[in-house]
Nanobody, 121 residues
Framework: QVQLVESGGGLVQAGGSLRLSCAASGSIFRINAMGWYRQAPGKQRELVAAITSGGSTNYADSVKGRFTISRDNAKNTVYLQMNSLKPEDTAVYYC???????????????WGQGTQVTVSS
């Protein structure tokens, strides 16, 4: 019923930048909060950044001042601009969204398939 499709990952040198995108499609009535998580090998998945439907944002301390989350509600898309990347940012990045379907009144969490970000030193 709902798909989240991520793009924009890749290999970049330390200090470089990448922009991730995540587009939601399907029987969507409304999208509430959207966010980006990441999971490095051998570690738990962690929140990187989140944004509400009204545009309020929240960031992990490790990315504050370097990453910026934004969204285009008309396109059902969330973005993550990542600057000054460090090798420790290497991980699979997952998009997450709480979506209300046209057939229900409840928001349900959905995940994208993940996109690899690798930062070389």
């Amino acid at each position: 019923q709902v798909q989240l499709v991520e793009s924009g990952g890749g290999l970049v040198q330390a200090g470089g930048s990448l922009r991730l995108s995540c587009a939601a499609s399907g029987s969507i009535f409304r999208i509430n909060a959207m966010g980006w998580y990441r999971q490095a090998p051998g570690k738990q998945r962690e929140l990187v950044a989140a944004i509400t439907s009204g545009g309020s944002t929240n960031y992990a301390d490790s990315v504050k001042g370097r990453f910026t989350i934004s969204r285009d509600n008309a396109k059902n898309t969330v973005y993550l601009q990542m600057n000054s990347l460090k090798p420790e940012d290497t991980a699979v990045y997952y998009c997450n969204a709480y979506i209300v379907l046209v057939t229900t009144a409840l928001a349900t969490g959905y995940w994208g398939q993940g996109t690899q970000v690798t930062v070389s030193s």
